[in-house]
Antibody, heavy 118, light 112 residues
Framework: QVQLVESGGGVVQPGGSLRLSCAASGFTFSNYGMHWVRQAPGKGLEWVAFIRYDGSNKYYGDSVKGRFTISRDNSKNTLYLQMNSLRAEDTAVYHC???????????WGQGTLVTVSS | DIVMTQTPLSSPVTLGQPASISCRSSQSLVHSDGNTYLSWLQQRPGQPPRLLIYKISNRFSGVPDRFSGSGAGTDFTLKISRVEAEDVGVYYCMQATQFPLTFGGGTKVEIK
């Protein structure tokens, strides 16, 4: 069955960096686009970034553009999110999600918590 | 950006009774390929989101048939024919027709 397991979250100071990983299994990772979506404590869902199945195209939300970079390693079945210049408002649970058709997300990971605080 | 507006914010429902959630987009969600990439997600307390419906009305694998989606263009509806205790949670509509992807603000379904 499809499994997505995020890791790499933690507490970081404002201005700091963190790299999140999403280990995928149960499907042919290299055939599907992938998303990062975040959820601030007690808030709704916010889309962060998307990468095509082959890494050829990447898209970002306005709030993270220029600070975050999405990437993937299809040989390792792993999705990444490099987060730089972190701000307090980036505090959230970060989920990776697989796509079903086009950019529609079907399976979601449990998420990893990122806390930006001094 | 496409703004997704959900109503109501909260929906107290009696077990066994129907529930309905509306989602309106600020512009048409019809993609240039002719499809409409409107999904519904369920998020139970403490859980990640779960896909219920994709492309307006297609039930995802394992989703009970009491969940149904309908609509077109800019107006969409999720219906639960008979609410069960396990349906408690927050429901989100999501558009994937255009980047950036956007979500509705969420509708909390709770039992009266």
């Amino acid at each position: 069955q499809v499994q997505l397991v995020e890791s790499g979250g933690g507490v970081v100071q404002p201005g700091g960096s963190l790299r999140l990983s999403c280990a995928a299994s149960g499907f042919t990772f290299s055939n599907y686009g992938m998303h990062w979506v975040r959820q601030a404590p007690g808030k709704g869902l916010e889309w962060v970034a998307f990468i095509r199945y082959d890494g050829s195209n990447k898209y970002y939300g306005d709030s993270v553009k220029g600070r975050f970079t999405i990437s993937r390693d299809n040989s390792k079945n792993t999705l990444y999110l490099q987060m730089n210049s972190l701000r307090a408002e980036d505090t959230a649970v970060y989920h990776c999600a697989k796509t079903i058709t086009m950019a529609q997300a079907d399976y979601w990971g449990q998420g990893t918590l990122v806390t930006v605080s001094s | 950006d496409i703004v997704m507006t959900q109503t109501p914010l909260s929906s107290p429902v009696t077990l066994g009774q129907p529930a309905s959630i509306s989602c309106r987009s600020s512009q048409s969600l019809v993609h240039s390929d002719g499809n409409t990439y409107l999904s519904w997600l369920q998020q139970r307390p403490g859980q990640p989101p779960r896909l219920l419906i994709y492309k307006i009305s297609n039930r995802f694998s394992g989703v009970p048939d009491r969940f149904s989606g309908s609509g077109a263009g800019t107006d969409f509806t999720l219906k639960i024919s008979r609410v069960e205790a396990e349906d408690v949670g927050v429901y989100y509509c999501m558009q994937a027709t255009q980047f950036p992807l956007t979500f509705g603000g969420g509708t909390k379904v709770e039992i009266k």
